[in-house]
């Protein structure tokens, strides 16, 4: 209760990156709100959301909280292509056997904030989850993750993984990351990664070789890079339209 | 068809080829020879227009045209290809996807008609064929977990995809084992034994030129060519070596 009364800022160790002016003018209330979702045992539920660049002049944030049952599935694929501050936050509880899947992608230029903030609690035994996140950000903007992942004590077997990758257009760009893990059971397996860089020159002088233009060759290998997110999405149609809103981003914006 | 006169390139600010020229004409087979650190793949990365090889004097005319006034891929459209002595590979794109988008990018910039679907695969699958690799292996990610002879023929079946007029290929023999070394020749024949096509070959060694016979062989040392010859040429670097020819 007194959570959504309590404006954060950026000493806030989850809201570190947050704008900070957008904060500050923000309404608590709504700032602080959560969706609640309940997902029943043995059920799967799909979800699949973009941000969209331009919808949202001063910033959006957007917080999901599930509890996905007993051997229930949640799968979640993300575009946030907003600015200027576009944060989405999930926070997913899982029971015995359940799984969550999240793809994520930031993309966007100027100085777009774009956050992807997730806290995954395996609550119970055998309880699986794969986060994978990518970002491509070019003039200001800057792309966040912030993923946590919390294991009780009783969660043995629990198999956790999160990866995180972001491609910087230009030099102005930047990305940032921070994995946590907190782990009360012994027998779990917790995997994290991280790696941020520009786009690969070379692969993209052996496209231009075979006579692809800048644009098209650099399309093509953010497309592939992305494409990482989504490809334990289940749903082909939906897993093509991320693709497509986040590169529809690309096409009207990038340097 | 390609003339290039006193050409002069450094890579980060160390020049490597110094006052090289050399004229190639429709339906012939140059070869390139020399040790290494002559300047041998400069010459063919500064030719695709690879970014860091810079220019710093002469000047190139390809099929009539200012060469280093050309972005790498409108090179790649006005009909140069570049055969790569380490093949590139590229995860999360096919070959079929990004060739596809290759020829009829090109096709777009010479006023043809894209090719669809259909005709592309049927091309692919001819040019596969021609270079004995299966269709299948085009359908995954650029040369990903293909082994060194994999890469090779695989740019061959671009070469022949994309119909280039002049082929200037590096090394293109390298980590071949015999039987591959022959179907690259025979592939490398078939491709650009053509009127109107000539090929550029790069190599250290006599034995692809068993297979694709040049009319003239030249010697790089230095950064420039110095000596100039015919087939017999490669035969007299393979038997005394390098330092005795050049000296």
Known sequence: MSEALVLPTRRDEDWRYADAAFLAASDPATLMQWSEWTIAPGETRRDYRVLASGALAGGTVERLRVHVGAGGRFELGLVNAAGRYARFEAEVTLAEGAHFEFGGVTIGGGDNVQEVVTRVLHAEPGATSNQIVRAVQWGRATGNFLGRIEVARDAQQTDAGQNFKAILLEAGASANTKPELEIFADDVKCAHGAAIGALDETAGFYLASRGLPPAEARKLLIRAFIADAFAAITDEEARLRLLDEALAVLDGEAP | ?247
Do not use: W
């Open chain 2, 1 to 247: 068809m390609l003339e290039i006169t006193d050409l002069h390139a450094t890579v980060a600010d160390k020049p490597i080829l110094k006052g090289l020229s050399l004229s190639i004409n429709a339906g012939e087979v140059h070869a390139i020879m020399g040790p290494n650190g002559a300047g041998k793949s400069t010459l063919g990365y500064t030719l695709g227009g690879r970014p860091g090889y810079e220019v710093t004097g002469g000047a190139i005319r390809f099929a009539g045209q200012d060469l280093l006034a050309l972005a790498p891929h409108e090179r790649a459209a006005a009909g140069l290809f570049l055969g790569f002595q380490y093949p590139v590979e590229i995860p999360g794109v096919s070959f079929v996807q990004f060739l596809r988008e290759a020829a009829n990018a090109q096709r777009r910039s010479r006023g043809e008609e894209p090719l669809s679907g259909g005709e592309f695969l049927k091309l692919a699958r001819e040019k596969a064929g021609l270079l004995r690799m299966d269709m299948d292996m085009l359908k995954r990610p650029v040369n990903v977990g293909f082994s060194g002879g994999e890469k090779k023929r695989a740019e061959m079946v671009q070469m022949g995809i994309l119909d280039p007029k002049l082929a200037i290929l590096d090394e293109t023999d390298s980590g071949l084992d015999i039987d591959a070394l022959r179907i690259v020749g025979e592939g490398i024949n078939a491709i650009m034994r053509a009127p109107g096509k000539a090929v550029l070959l790069i190599t250290h060694y006599q034995r692809l030129l068993d297979y694709v016979k040049p009319d003239f062989v030249h010697v790089l040392a230095a950064g420039r060519i110095v000596r100039s010859g015919g087939p017999e040429l490669a035969l007299e670097l393979e038997e005394q070596g390098y330092e005795a020819v050049v000296a």
